[in-house]
T-cell receptor, first 109, second 115 residues
Framework: DAKTTQPNSMESNEEEPVHLPCNHS???????IHWYRQLPSQGPEYVIHGLTSNVNNRMASLAIAEDRKSSTLILHRATLRDAAVYYC??????????FGTGTRLKVLA | EPEVTQTPSHQVTQMGQEVILRCVPI?????FYWYRQILGQKVEFLVSFYNNEISEKSEIFDDQFSVERPDGSNFTLKIRSTKLEDSAMYFC?????????????FGPGTRLLVL
């Protein structure tokens, strides 16, 4: 299973943009990049996913490097409710997600 | 917005007892999953289920575990004889199809405590 590397933790000020990086140098051509987040005591929540092109939705944007070896989840204006663990997952469609340890995002008021 | 629901939210049981965790996936979804998360650790895949069969299972999913879709709406995880180390949050998930571009939607979890 392809591996992802994320910083253990990051901090952001409220109302400011946050860029959460993920390295996945062993990504294969068919792996989609999925991002989830997990708020305290809750189940993982889908954020965004993509294959090659940058993606936007109401929650976030996903910027994918041209060589696909890294990606960045962008929260445009962090709020206190965005404090969570963010997971970057490579998914080839094998029916299972492999979760890493993710990045714990702390948002400062 | 449709969501995955799970019952109970909390379950306390004695070691050696059987427990059944219940999930109602999103109604038109065809693929179903169970994951677990021991306190302070990663979310771990247990099993995936499609067309009334297990598609894939992890090493954790041994003979003590079983899954079933007893009717058109419920998806259950049974642990036959619970052990202390089964204490964890158990998450059910579902997806419309099983391809790489399809996402899984997770329920809120059942917190299982084995005493």
């Amino acid at each position: 299973d392809a591996k992802t590397t994320q910083p253990n933790s990051m901090e952001s000020n409220e109302e400011e943009p946050v860029h959460l990086p993920c390295n996945h140098s062993t990504i294969s051509g068919t792996d989609y990049i999925h991002w989830y987040r997990q708020l305290p005591s809750q189940g993982p929540e889908y954020v965004i996913h993509g294959l090659t092109s940058n993606v936007n939705n109401r929650m976030a944007s996903l910027a994918i490097a041209e060589d696909r070896k890294s990606s960045t989840l962008i929260l445009h204006r962090a709020t206190l409710r965005d404090a969570a663990v963010y997971y970057c997952i490579l998914y080839p469609g094998t029916y299972k997600y492999i979760f890493g340890t993710g990045t714990r995002l702390k948002v400062l008021a | 917005e449709p969501e995955v629901t799970q019952t109970p939210s909390h379950q306390v049981t004695q070691m050696g007892q059987e427990v059944i965790l219940r999930c109602v996936p999103i109604s038109n979804h065809l693929y179903f999953y169970w994951y677990r998360q021991i306190l302070g650790q990663k979310v771990e895949f247990l099993v995936s289920f499609y067309n009334n069969e297990i598609s894939e299972k992890s090493e954790i999913f041994d003979d003590q575990f079983s899954v079933e879709r007893p009717d058109g709406s419920n998806f259950t995880l049974k642990i036959r004889s619970t052990k202390l180390e089964d204490s964890a949050m158990y998450f059910c998930a579902s997806s419309l199809i099983g391809t790489a571009k399809e996402t899984q939607y997770f329920g809120p979890g059942t917190r299982l405590l084995v005493l």
